[in-house]
């Protein structure tokens, strides 16, 4: 009964929707392109270490011009930027790494950020090796293809626990490197929470 509820309204807001379009002057295909790519400059939190040694949210979709950045509570946590080949080890010199960020209770007074630049899929883990926090499942995604079934979050875990090892953070912390990461204070401690 819901189902069917459901159904009817949508199709009386597709009416709706479609006579709307019919009215409407068609866009020319520059507007839709340019609607596609510009900047929606929103800014996506993800806490750090909530519920456990994992991301919260830990699959994003953002768009070129959005922000990520990252809010850590305890204990002693990292960002640091992998692929989706090689789980919990750095991309190379060019990874982007937040340091590590020891905190005893509440929220880190800084934030990590980085900035998107197209929507290739970008892969981060935790490279804390006490405790193993990538090879247990913290990493992240912003961007994962959804149409493939093999390049997911889930399969980059099972990966990361299947081949086990030790983590290796970036030599470098990223600041101002790549998608121009930056260290800042936490201009809003209530995001994310
Ligand atoms: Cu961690």
């Not at 070129?64 to 090689?86: I, K, M, T």
């Not at 926090?133 to 995604?141: I, N």
């Not at 997911?152 to 086990?164: H, M, Q, V």
Request: a negative charge; one cysteine or more; proline letters at 8%.
């Amino acid at each position: 009964m819901f189902a069917s509820k459901t159904v009817t309204i949508f199709a009386a807001a597709l009416a709706t929707l479609y006579s709307t379009v019919s009215a409407a002057p068609t866009p020319t295909k520059n507007d839709i392109t340019a609607r596609q790519v510009a900047p929606s400059g929103a800014t996506h939190s993800v806490v750090v270490g909530r519920g456990g040694l994992r991301f919260d949210p830990e699959n994003i979709v953002a768009y070129p011009g959005d922000v990520v950045e990252f809010h850590y509570l305890p204990r002693n946590h990292s960002v640091a930027q992998s692929n989706f080949a090689n789980p919990c080890q750095p991309i190379g010199p060019t990874a982007f790494f937040s340091g590590f960020v020891p905190i005893a209770e509440g929220q880190a007074p800084d934030v990590f950020q980085i900035t998107i630049e197209d929507r290739n899929p970008i892969w981060f883990y935790c490279s804390q090796t006490t405790g193993n926090h990538c090879q247990s499942g913290m990493s992240g995604v912003i961007n994962q293809n959804f149409d493939s079934n093999e390049f997911t979050l889930a399969r980059y875990k099972a990966n990361a626990a299947e081949i086990g090892g030790v983590s290796t953070s970036p030599e470098v912390v990223g600041y101002g490197g790549n998608l121009n990461a930056r260290v800042v204070p936490n201009p809003n401690p209530l995001s994310g929470f």
